[in-house]
């Protein structure tokens, strides 16, 4: 079975650092590009970051820039989110979420997500 | 960024109707262009893909249209299943951007 599962979330105090971790079984991992997606409570779906299948390739959002950077271990099979000098309104469930092949370019597994709660 | 605009945000209807989402970019986006369903507490899950083909295991009562800056998700004999938020999404660049999303509520 096609498995994503995030884990590493909770709560920090603001200008603390997190690090979340993505899971992935039932395929492989190598081969596939990544994306994290968030969501903020009560609010819609924010794409955060992407990193190709070799992890040469990586965007940000501009809301995360400087702060946060995505790696991968294709070894491990794991997905990471390194979560830097974080703010009030980086609060959100956060999604791993995997490209698909083909014609399926866009997000097409998706994550349980894992929650992301940065308050004093 | 591409701006992704969704109507209506929130719908009433019955089951067994047949409900419309639409969603307009802000500029071309060929058909990448996804729909995606949610569930309250849950993960989003993954519906159409290229504006109109159906994810794997996606039933056909869901079906996609449009090309360019215009496209609507349909969804036939609505189920109680199917009472969610669903959400339209470009993926023509990044940033991928998303649409706010439309409640579709039971009447």
């Known amino acids: 079975e096609v498995q994503l599962v995030e884990s590493g979330g909770g709560l920090v105090q603001p200008g603390g650092s997190l690090r979340l971790s993505c899971a992935a079984s039932?395929?492989?991992?190598?081969?596939?590009?990544m994306n994290w997606v968030r969501q903020a409570p009560g609010k819609g779906l924010e794409w955060v970051s992407y990193?190709?299948?070799?992890?040469?390739?990586?965007y940000y959002a501009d809301s995360v820039k400087g702060r946060f950077t995505i790696s991968r271990d294709n070894a491990k099979n794991s997905l990471y989110l390194q979560m830097n000098s974080l703010r009030a309104e980086d609060t959100a469930v956060y999604y791993c979420?995997?490209?698909?092949?083909?014609?399926?370019?866009?997000?097409?597994?998706w994550g349980q997500g894992t929650t992301v709660t940065v308050s004093s | 960024d591409i701006q992704m605009t969704q109507s209506p945000s929130s719908l009433s209807a019955s089951v067994g109707d047949r409900v419309t989402i639409t969603c307009r970019a802000s500029?071309?986006?060929?058909?990448?262009l996804a729909w995606f369903q949610q569930k309250p507490g849950k993960a989003p899950k993954s519906l159409i893909y290229?504006?109109?083909s159906l994810q794997s295991g996606v039933p056909s009562k869901f079906s996609g249209s449009g090309s360019g800056t215009d496209f609507t998700l349909t969804i036939s004999n609505l189920q109680p299943e199917d009472f969610a938020t669903y959400y339209c999404?470009?993926?023509?660049?990044?940033?991928?951007?998303f649409g706010q999303g439309t409640k579709v509520e039971i009447k």
């Open positions: 290229a504006a109109s």
């Open positions: 979420a995997r490209v698909g092949h083909y014609d399926i370019l866009t997000a097409d597994v």
């Open positions: 990193i190709s299948s070799s992890g040469s390739t990586i």
């Open positions: 999404q470009q993926y023509n660049s990044y940033p991928w951007t």
């Open positions: 500029q071309g986006i060929s058909n990448y």
């Open positions: 039932g395929f492989t991992f190598s081969s596939y590009e």
